[in-house]
């Protein structure tokens, strides 16, 4: 009780909203399932859509004396994160351009990304997320966070799965090309959450190299979640390449019972923007498809809807008649309630190409 004071406690139900949790998801960078118990320790001036000081899910530590020295130890590890993060630097010499420094300055520069090197290298998560957010919000040409690249075999070999993924993500800095291959090797790591953060950090670098490995990747993964990151990174990374688009274009296909394995790789067909073929190999797919039930129960729904998404995005003109003449003009009765919206969406998206 007395630990306590020291925070501003707040107890959270189960019996929230949707609305509630995506607020929670929002505000402390929660992905995924909100699970229950679990404990959120946030500085006072938490900055929306980060990750929070500390958070701890579910509850190993049972009841009684142990349960109470396990929450008071979380307390200690918070306010010791918050303490230690008050006392961090705000950033390098010369601010974020770097530009025109003399040499002294220079060298304190790089004194500096050595400095948050060192913190993200060492334990304490609370410090490790600070300088890492610093080393990317400072980064000039890549000397901040390319710095990073020699953790990743060093945190890997450790089994520190959780300093790894931090890192990994610190590296989605688009066209950061010279990243790239440093993370190529990952994608063959044991753990699912480090091999689907590798993807989504090569997506966001989106680098042509990355297109050989992923597509490597994709063919042994296993799991549809991973998979879906992995089709993703091969659609930004492999635009114009044609393995990529028959591997895109076989992930694509409708599979009997759900088809949430297949929207990663219409979301990666679409970043071929202005490709007539990959328009004409998406069509081909919803017209296997057909028309949306009349009765509102369709197992493809959703795929459907994407395909017509993924149309847009590419945007070939061809594909405004396609819409028109081959998905709206077989719809029988438009105005039915369960088609209304529908017409509406598809309506949008061929004005769209």
């Not at 990952?186 to 490995?213: F, M, Q, W, Y």
């Amino acid at each position: 009780v007395r630990q306590s004071r020291e925070f501003v406690c707040v107890l959270i139900t189960a019996a929230g909203t949707s609305d509630d949790f995506g607020e929670l998801r929002y505000r402390f960078g929660i992905d995924g399932n909100i699970v229950s118990p679990q404990h959120i320790f946030a500085r006072p001036d938490h900055p929306a859509g980060t990750r929070p000081l500390l958070r701890r899910e579910y509850w190993s530590h049972g009841s009684g004396e142990q349960a109470v020295r396990a929450l008071l130890d979380m307390m200690d590890d918070a306010l010791a994160a918050y303490r230690r993060l008050e006392e961090l630097p705000s950033g390098p010499p010369g601010g974020s351009s770097g530009s025109g420094l003399d040499p002294e300055a220079s060298g304190e520069r790089a004194a500096w990304i050595e400095e948050m090197v060192e913190l993200v290298r060492g334990r304490d998560r609370g410090p490790r997320r600070r300088a890492l957010r610093l080393l990317v919000t400072y980064d000039r040409k890549g000397d901040c966070v390319l710095a990073l690249l020699p953790l990743l075999d060093e945190l890997e070999k450790a089994s520190r799965t959780g300093s790894l993924v931090a890192v990994v993500r610190a590296l989605a800095v688009p066209s950061l090309g010279e990243a790239a291959p440093a993370l190529h090797g990952l994608l063959r790591h044991e753990d699912i959450h480090v091999r689907a953060n590798v993807a989504v950090t090569l997506e966001t670098i989106g680098s042509a190299a990355s297109a050989k490995p992923l597509l490597a990747s994709v063919r042994r993964e296993k799991n549809a979640s991973v998979a879906n990151h992995l089709y993703r990174a091969i659609g930004r990374c492999g635009v114009g390449n044609s393995s990529a688009r028959r591997t895109l274009l076989r992930g694509a296909r409708p599979v009997k019972g759900s088809d949430f394995g297949s929207f990663g790789a219409v979301i990666g067909l679409a970043y071929a923007h202005g490709d007539a073929k990959v328009a004409r190999d998406v069509e081909k797919q919803l017209l296997k498809l057909g028309p949306p039930s009349q009765q509102g129960e369709d197992d493809h729904t959703f795929l459907r809807a994407l395909l017509l998404w993924c149309l847009s995005e590419v945007g070939d003109p061809e594909s405004a008649a396609f819409v028109r003449e081959k998905v709206l003009d077989t719809i029988e009765d438009a105005s039915s309630p369960t088609t209304a919206a529908f017409v509406g969406f598809c309506e949008a998206v061929e004005q769209r190409c």
